[in-house]
Structures are given as C-alpha cells and as structure tokens.
C-alpha cells in the first residue's frame, strides 16, 4: 500500500455513489477506521491522512488569525447541502429552544 516511493491518497475502501463527486474530488475517499475515530489516522490511507491532518492545522490558524485566540482545536467534515442545513437548524433549535420561528 505504502512504499517510500508511492504512497497513495484516499481509501480503496470508501465508497462515492455519484460519479459528478468522484471526479470532483479526484476519487479521494477517507472514511472512519476501525477505532472508529473519524480523526484517526488510517495505515493504508497514508495521504489521505496527512491531507485530513494538514487541513485541520490550517483551518485551525484561521480561526485563530480571525480572533478565536483560545481554539485549541478543530474538524473539519465534509457534509451535503441537506446535512449541513439540518445540523445549522438543530444548533439554532438547541440554542434557543423556546423560539417560535
């Protein structure tokens, strides 16, 4: 899988039902391991790891440089527009509970 020479990016494992998103992302795939931990690195997904590792870093330096100085840490997930709505109106319902709109 991994050899000095060639060490490959995404998972034979992960599965991208639409062809539109496999081109899009150059077939990149990262999905949890066995522990579990989205966050974990995965041994036969080697690139794939340190590209989730190296966004997270950067991402991490922008919310800092933006004034979020006590961030120690930070995730960043791929998520489809559906997803992303529903977890944005469930935060808002927990943040405010008793809204009417």
Known sequence: NNFPGNVGVGERESRIASSLVAR???GLGHGVGRSGDVTAVQPKAAGSSLIVQLTNRFLLDVIRTTGVRSATACLLL?????????LTLLTLRARR????Y
């Open 24 to 26: 899009r992302h150059y």
């Open 78 to 86: 791929p998520v489809a527009t559906g997803m992303s709505l529903v």
């Open 97 to 100: 509970p008793s809204a009417k």
